[in-house]
């Protein structure tokens, strides 16, 4: 009878403690959202991180530093303001200071990832943007920034990128020997132009081994 007792009990405080979380919507939508992309080979190790807006809050919660986004639950994310200050979690992402200016500027921005994945960071680090060779990547890649290589958490790295998107048009940043930012609206834009970018750069990759990439252009 103890046991049933102590288990009811645990199962009372247990679901409690569940639904007292904060912010658990968007928590629950971050997790899942980075373990997408995890499966779909846009991150690999605990490299790159992901965040999410609150609305109307002035906050964002992102992946915590050390961990896979394969892996995220609710103790390895964290709760930060526009300007930086951890409300809640551990040590954020090193990149966690970019993703504060963006959404601090760019009031279109709701979700916003920076990933490794091999065919972007290959361009980026020959020192090119992927070019829109297709015709569903002009809207996002005719317009993209790109900067120099500096160390991961330096002021230059930041001021860079967050200077690129005060232009509203930039989605997609790419960053020498480093990787790639991107932004969307809420999550599921971010997942699709995230693909989009690994996808062109693939494909434009492969055209760079039949020839010479061209853009495309509408007529
Ligand atoms: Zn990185």
Known sequence: MKKIIL?????????????????????????ETAKRCYDRQLFWGSGGDISVKIPGAGKFIVKSTGYSLGSLDYDRVTTMTFDNEVIEGKTPSHEAPIHGNIYKIRKDVGAILHMHTPYSTAWATAGMKVPPVTQQSVKLLSKCGIVKYHPVGSNELIEEITDLYKDTRIKVVFMENHGVFVVGKDLEELLNNAELVENTARIAYLLKTIGTPKEFKFE
């Open 7 to 31: 288990l009811f009990l645990i199962l009372i405080f247990g679901c409690t403690a569940q639904s007292d979380i904060e912010y658990k919507e968007y928590k629950d939508q971050l997790i």
